[in-house]
């Protein structure tokens, strides 16, 4: 089978690999859905090893793709029927652990203290017609989400999903969300279904009208105005109640912790770079409560489906654009463009 290899310096290929078989407590998925994330942008661009541009180890080329969604095609020795068996629709929590540490035996495995393996970056992903994960890491796809939806909540959607719970965004607040790339937009579709108001700032035109129609109540272009005293405006200069970070763009983290009303709530989701704060002015005298936010345990990313599904929350608006694995060299070069919705790769 061919998969996408992401060489760096805005280089991939796809590459031929052999078609897997499930060894004990493994399963193979067939891929129908494989979608294309921000954080992939940080291995795509890299100069150098491009598997450990996120700091999470490095080694040989591997299958690109963390947001893998499809149906359960083999089963391997030692997996019960409760767990897995062949045509169970599935979503892959792409991240193994010990199994066995307090953060595995949850559902968090992204926080093993022994060592992980992230698929479709330091371990084969979803860009590709087939993908072997533990069969611990499947979470099942609801019969009323696409194949499609199902990868978007693999990731993105489920990240932004997770970070909204942790700062406890309901109908009582505005919300400002900084970037509006696949997981800024989602957060803009979900912080409107848990009925909060919600402002969207992001430097695109095209992203901002996509956020306006995907549920924005108002939408900041940064460059045209300080998104600060523009969000400040809006909330009668007292700020916002809660403020989501999606960029890891330094400026747009001061301002998210800037806009934050005093005991605001702000989280930070975008992975990479770094932040100056002065402490006293920007958090002490305020009360501020400042969250960092890693995607989700298995868990919330069954949690994040069902709630997309029970409230018919529409997340193929989110979708636009749809590419086969022939088109990844263009696919890439359109995302790295940071003006579209979510792509996703069809099979």
């Known amino acids: 089978m061919r998969g996408v290899v992401f060489l760096g310096a805005r280089k991939l290929e796809l590459r031929e690999f052999p078609d897997p078989t499930p060894g004990r407590g493994e399963v193979v998925i067939a891929i129908r859905a494989s979608g294309m994330c921000g954080s992939d942008l940080h291995m795509y661009r890299a100069a150098g090893n491009a598997t450990a541009a996120l700091g999470l180890g490095g080694g040989g080329p591997v299958i690109a793709g963390h947001e893998p969604c499809g149906v359960v ?113 989602s957060a803009t579709m979900l912080g409107k279904a848990m009925g909060a108001r919600v402002l969207a700032v992001d430097l695109a035109a095209e992203r901002r009208q996509l956020a306006t129609e995907l549920g924005a109540d108002a939408v900041i ?3 045209a105005v300080d998104p600060v005293s523009a969000l400040r405006e809006l909330t009668r200069g007292e700020g916002v109640e809660a403020a989501l970070d999606c960029t890891g763009n330094p400026e ?4 998210a912790v800037r806009s934050a009303c005093t005991w605001g709530r702000v989280c930070f989701v975008g992975e990479g770079g770094t932040v100056t704060l002065d402490v006293s002015p920007d958090l002490l005298r305020r009360q501020l409560t400042l969250h960092a936010s890693w995607t989700f345990s298995t868990v919330g990313q069954w ?15 989110l979708l636009t654009h749809r590419f086969t694995l022939d088109q990844a060299a263009e696919a890439y070069r359109l995302f790295d463009t940071q003006t579209t919705g979510k792509g996703v790769f069809v099979f």
Do not use: N
């Open 303 to 317: 949690e994040c489906a069902r709630f997309v599904a029970d409230r018919k929350i529409p997340l193929t608006r």
């Open 252 to 255: 747009a983290r001061v301002a």
């Open 221 to 223: 272009d940064p460059r």
């Open 73 to 185: 095609a083999a089963v391997g020795p030692g997996v019960p029927e409760s767990q897995a068996r062949v045509g169970q629709r599935v979503m892959d929590h792409h991240y193994r652990g010990c199994g066995s540490c307090k953060h595995c035996r949850v559902g968090w495995s992204q926080l093993c203290p022994h060592g992980i393996v992230v698929y479709g970056v330091t371990g084969h992903g979803g860009h590709a017609p087939f993908m072997t994960v533990p069969a611990s890491t499947l979470v099942p796809l609801p019969d009323e989400l696409s194949f499609e939806e199902g990868a978007t909540i693999s990731c993105g959607t489920g990240t932004a999903y997770w970070a909204l719970k942790r700062i406890d965004v309901s109908g009582r607040d505005t919300i400002a969300i900084f970037g509006q790339g696949p997981v800024g937009l």
